[in-house]
């Protein structure tokens, strides 16, 4: 049974600090194209940050560079986020998928066809 299991959400204020977990059950990240997407209400999803374990090339959207921190821990087949420097903004339910990164003949560091994605976890940022 293959499962992907998100945590690590929570309450924090503006310029806090979370680390979000998605440990996988049933098979290995190996190269797999797996990312953190966020969305928030009223708000469309987007590809926050993604990892190919295997090479570790990382991709992060402009919004995060320099405060986030994609990582994974093969002994663990769990891909970590580190987020830092949190803003208002980093409000969303995060949740981690994973899956091909190919499309259109093209490699990508997200994943392009989700084929397994974790329950989402709340990220809230607020005074």
């Known amino acids: 049974d293959v499962q992907l299991q998100a945590s690590g959400g929570g309450l924090v204020q503006p310029g806090g600090s979370l680390r979000l977990s998605c440990a996988a059950s049933?098979?290995?990240?190996?190269?797999?194209?797996t990312g953190w997407f966020r969305q928030a209400p009223g708000k469309e999803r987007e590809g926050v940050s993604c990892?190919?374990?295997?090479?570790?090339?990382?991709y992060y959207i402009d919004s995060v560079k320099g405060r986030f921190t994609i990582s994974s821990d093969r002994s663990k087949n769990t891909v970590y986020l580190q987020m830092d420097s949190l803003k208002p903004e980093d409000t969303a339910l995060y949740y981690c998928?994973?899956?091909?990164?190919?499309?259109?003949?093209?490699?990508?560091?997200?994943?392009?066809?989700?084929?397994?994605r974790g329950q989402g976890t709340q990220v809230t940022v607020s005074s």
């Open positions: 998928a994973t899956g091909s990164g190919y499309k259109g003949g093209s490699y990508y560091t997200c994943p392009q066809h989700i084929e397994y």
């Open positions: 049933g098979f290995t990240f190996g190269n797999y194209a």
């Open positions: 990892i190919t374990v295997n090479d570790g090339v990382t």
